[in-house]
Nanobody, 127 residues
Framework: QVRLVESGGGLVQPGGSLRLSCAASGLFSLEYYAIGWLRQAPGKEREGLALISSDDGSTYITDAVKGRFTISRDNAKNTVYLQMNSLKPEDTATYYC???????????????????WGKGTLVTVSS
């Protein structure tokens, strides 16, 4: 069974940085997957942010956070990271790690439901 556990959220000042971690288990049962990050702010729709593929490690970052956020993985630790720089108050949200088993191009995956989810970690950007 796939299990995703996020960590690293917290309070950060505007302009600061934060790195989120997603510890994954059970992914060996999947032939192919893309793993990444989405967020949801209060009163807003969920928003896809970044993905990394299981086969070649290719990545996709949505335009909304491109240039500020990067996604990476450590296969030895079964962990995926979201490095967030130049944080803004509007980045305040609950951030979720999620997995898609769709074999679509990465830029299409957020158009469809993700199959596995973590419980989320709260990021608050405020002075």
């Amino acid at each position: 069974q796939v299990r995703l556990v996020e960590s690293g959220g917290g309070l950060v000042q505007p302009g600061g940085s934060l790195r989120l971690s997603c510890a994954a288990s059970g992914l060996f049962s999947l032939e192919y997957y893309a793993i990444g990050w989405l967020r949801q702010a209060p009163g807003k729709e969920r928003e896809g942010l970044a993905l990394i593929s299981s086969d070649d490690g290719s990545t996709y970052i949505t335009d909304a956070v491109k240039g500020r956020f990067t996604i990476s993985r450590d296969n030895a630790k079964n962990t995926v990271y979201l490095q967030m720089n130049s944080l803004k108050p509007e980045d305040t949200a609950t951030y979720y790690c999620a997995v898609s088993t769709n074999t679509l191009a990465l830029y299409d995956i957020f158009r469809y439901d993700m199959q596995y989810w973590g419980k989320g970690t709260l990021v608050t950007v405020s002075s």
